[in-house]
């Protein structure tokens, strides 16, 4: 299995073809997410100011991870 079919920081990189660069606020949301993907933690709230990567780390890329790994949720 390659890393970024199971780990979110990985994916995130993967399908934003480059685009993506990681910092340490990027990285640290995408660890959350990852507990919520493994059903360790149930949700998460974001506040951060705009131009942070909120939008291609949660709103853009976090759906399809979430539900490939979790097919039967909504």
Not at 35 to 52: A, W, Y
């Amino acid at each position: 299995m390659k890393p970024a079919s199971r780990f979110y920081r990985d994916y995130v990189e993967y399908v934003h073809l480059g685009h993506y660069k990681h910092f340490l606020h990027t990285e640290l949301i995408c660890d959350v997410l990852q507990r919520v993907v493994d059903g360790e933690q149930l949700s998460i709230l974001i506040e951060m100011p705009p131009r942070h990567g909120k939008s291609m780390t949660v709103t853009e890329s976090f759906p399809s991870f979430y539900l490939g790994e979790n097919p039967d949720k909504r």
